[in-house]
């Protein structure tokens, strides 16, 4: 089941289908750093991303990634509204040579972002690595899924950034998994 979404603000104009499966994405944000970290997540989450962003880098890149983490989270909020034999819970650990980043997510439609990173360097390249935080929270918090992010072990801040979209993407795709058990995975009865 694909999923299409636009968003277009004074800022940015945003156009992304999201699908499950293996099949190359084409991504373009107008960010080469962010377009290598989706390309990543896609890869690792078994996701296909078509991403096409016009935004004003030309102030910097704040508004391309945070505006493409919400709308990629409102996308995994619709192509995963059935929730009824999903695993929910997910957690990856991935090192990146000298790194190792960690992700645990629970799908659990209250959205709440940890998100514990002391990157090593300000920047990669042109990219401020404040901005991957930014990322994260406009993903978490539309996609509604409580969501723990640590960087355990730095050293090259690119490997620092590249082993947390792994390693949420990995979690991700074994929360959003089949499970065995056929019937919802809350106690509760629901999940919102």
Do not use: C
Not at 85 to 111: F, K, Q, W
Not at 135 to 149: D, E, K, P, S
């Amino acid at each position: 089941m694909s999923v299409s979404k636009e968003r277009i603000t004074k800022e940015t104009k945003i156009a992304i289908t999201l699908d499950r499966g293996l099949e190359p994405s084409t991504i373009n944000t107008g960010v080469g750093f962010l377009n290598h970290m989706l390309d990543l997540f896609a890869f690792h989450g078994h996701f296909v991303l078509n991403v096409q962003v016009d935004g004003d880098t030309d102030v910097d890149d704040h508004h391309t990634t945070e505006d493409v983490g919400i709308v990629l989270g409102q996308l995994l909020a619709e192509l995963g509204q059935d929730k009824g034999a999903i695993n929910r819970y997910g957690s990856a650990y991935v090192p990146m040579d000298e790194t190792l980043a960690r992700s645990v997510i629970d799908i659990s439609g209250r959205p709440y972002l940890s998100f514990n990173a002391a990157f090593s360097k300000e920047k990669v390249g042109s990219f401020d690595v404040e901005l991957v935080e930014e990322f994260f929270h406009g993903l978490v918090i539309n996609a509604r899924y409580t969501a723990h992010i640590d960087l355990i072990r730095g050293g090259n801040t690119h490997h620092e950034i590249e082993a947390i979209f792994k390693a949420f993407a990995q979690s991700l795709r074994i929360a959003m998994a089949e499970s065995d058990v056929k019937r919802l995975p809350s106690s509760k009865g629901v999940i919102e």
